[in-house]
């Protein structure tokens, strides 16, 4: 069965460099096992991961242990739903890729809320 985006579509991919998912395939898939609902496809901003640091997931250090090269503004990266809310509330959301998000997100946020984000395209 083909995964399903929020605007309907079958998911497209969010990024392959570096490569993301919860399911390290380069979308933003979700299983039983992905706890954090690794669903919503953004393009990081600076203000963003600084957020996120500041929240408790230092998404800029490099962990080479974990095969983590560390992230950067603009890098496309399949966040946890409930972070992007998170972020969305405090106004740090970075942009999201609605083809790329997938429908599970809807659970978590509103599709109106991931519209107002959205980048143009789905094109890496």
């Given at each position: 069965?083909?995964?399903?985006?929020?605007?309907?579509?079958?998911?497209?991919?969010?990024?392959?460099?570096?490569?993301?998912?919860?399911?390290?395939?380069?979308?933003?898939?979700?299983?039983?096992?992905?706890?954090?609902?690794?669903?919503?496809?953004?393009?990081?901003?600076?203000?963003?991961?600084?957020?996120?640091?500041?929240?408790?997931?230092?998404?800029?250090?490099?962990?080479?242990?974990?095969?983590?090269?560390?992230?950067?503004?603009?890098?496309?990266?399949?966040?946890?739903?409930?972070?992007?809310?998170?972020?969305?509330?405090?106004?740090f959301a970075p942009e999201v890729v609605l083809e790329a998000t997938h429908a599970k997100t809807l659970e978590t946020t509103a599709l109106g809320h991931l519209q107002a984000h959205a980048v143009a395209s789905a094109a890496e």
């Open positions: 069965m083909t995964a399903r985006n929020v605007v309907g579509g079958a998911l497209a991919l969010c990024s392959t460099e570096p490569l993301t998912g919860w399911q390290r395939d380069g979308c933003c898939n979700t299983d039983a096992r992905d706890q954090g609902r690794h669903t919503v496809c953004a393009v990081l901003t600076a203000e963003f991961l600084e957020f996120s640091r500041a929240v408790g997931n230092d998404l800029l250090t490099p962990r080479p242990e974990y095969g983590f090269s560390g992230l950067k503004p603009g890098d496309r990266w399949c966040l946890c739903a409930a972070r992007w809310e998170e972020a969305r509330i405090a106004g």
